[in-house]
């Protein structure tokens, strides 16, 4: 069984730095692209962040861009987002999301971790 | 940057009837569309890809159509545990991004 498992979230001040992890199972991680996806409360789905499955090819949403970090460590079946420079627009459930054949269409998603960026 | 519209933001049903979503994109992204359903306080859930293919276990009640610019997502008989938040979502412009639509809120008439 597939499984994403999102962790790190929490209560940040803006300008703060969160680093959050996705522990993946129930596949081989190593072969898949993966993505990170927001949704601030009451709103829609916004694309953040993707990496490929080989760690070089690396793309950032235009808003996180130069903020926000995407990497992996395959031997730990984990994907990271390292953000910084936290504004209160950043705000959001951060889900973890798996792309099968790095089309860009995502059949697997995590259950989320709230960042909330508040002072 | 392709923007995406949805319409309606939100549409009633009464269960067992047909429910028609339509998705449409400011230029032309052939069949790379897809559509998740999400249900409150739940991550989103793969429902068709390539504008018409089904993803695993999804009910052939919920089906895929279109191309170009304009796309529709048919719940051909809603059951209840279809009232949810439909997203489309462009993939043409993949790498580096992709775009969601802003939702369409199915609930009960």
């Known amino acids: 069984e597939v499984q994403l498992i999102e962790s790190g979230g929490g209560l940040v001040q803006p300008g703060g730095s969160l680093r959050l992890s996705c522990a993946a199972s129930?596949?081989?991680?190593?072969?898949?692209?993966m993505y990170w996806v927001r949704q601030a409360p009451g709103k829609g789905l916004e694309y953040v962040s993707a990496?490929?499955?080989?760690?070089?090819?690396?793309y950032y949403a235009n808003s996180v861009k130069g903020r926000f970090t995407i990497s992996r460590d395959n031997s730990k079946n984990t994907l990271f987002l390292q953000m910084g420079s936290l504004r209160p627009e950043d705000m959001a459930v951060y889900y973890c999301?798996?792309?099968?054949?790095?089309?860009?269409?995502?059949?697997?998603w995590g259950q989320g971790t709230l960042v909330t960026v508040s002072s | 940057e392709i923007v995406m519209t949805q319409s309606p933001a939100t549409l009633s049903v009464s269960p067992g009837e047909r429910a028609t979503l339509s998705c449409r994109t400011s230029?032309?992204?052939?069949?790379?569309l897809a559509w998740y359903q999400q249900k409150p306080g739940q991550a989103p859930r793969l429902l068709i890809y390539g504008a018409s293919t089904r993803a695993t276990d999804v009910p052939a009640r919920f089906s895929g159509s279109g191309s170009g610019t304009e796309f529709t997502l048919t719940i051909s008989s809603l059951q209840s545990e279809d009232f949810a938040v439909y997203y489309c979502?462009?993939?043409?412009?993949?790498?580096?991004?992709?775009?969601f639509g802003p939702g369409t809120k199915v609930d009960i008439k």
């Open positions: 979502q462009q993939y043409k412009t993949w790498p580096p991004a992709v775009t």
């Open positions: 230029q032309s992204i052939s069949s790379n």
């Open positions: 999301a798996r792309d099968v054949y790095s089309s860009g269409w995502l059949d697997y």
């Open positions: 129930g596949f081989t991680f190593s072969r898949f692209a």
């Open positions: 990496i490929g499955s080989n760690e070089y090819n690396i």
